[in-house]
Nanobody, 119 residues
């Protein structure tokens, strides 16, 4: 059983930055960050493998978002820079068996944290 708790969401103006945290209890192979707006499909944003360190990003966030992990703290971070209104969503972290941006490969999910980007 893996439990995940996201934090760090909030309100930011376009061009601003936020850092999301995902605190993890239990063993996992990979952590993914996903986002979802009401009425839309969940979108994979970024993922990191705990064992290999492999990292992947969605094209929409490459160059703006950075995923990292602190194994001592069992926490994965998503640094989000140059935020755009289109980034406004509920962001979820999830634990799964491999570093992929496909949500069906993840078994455990956090409760989500809201990111609002608006002027």
């Amino acid at each position: 059983q893996v439990q995940l708790v996201e934090s760090g969401g909030g309100f930011v103006q376009p061009g601003g930055s936020l850092r999301l945290s995902c605190a993890i209890s239990g063993d996992y192979y990979a952590i993914g960050w996903f986002r979802q707006a009401p009425g839309k499909e969940r979108e994979g944003v970024s993922t990191i493998s705990r064992s290999t360190g492999n990292i992947f990003y969605a094209d929409s966030v490459k160059g703006r978002f950075t995923i990292s992990n602190d194994n001592d703290k069992n926490t994965v971070y998503l640094q989000m820079n140059s935020l755009e209104p289109e980034d406004q969503d509920v962001y979820y972290c999830a634990a799964g068996g491999g570093a992929t941006l496909m949500s069906q490969w993840y078994d455990y999910w956090g409760q989500g944290t809201q990111v609002t980007v608006s002027s």
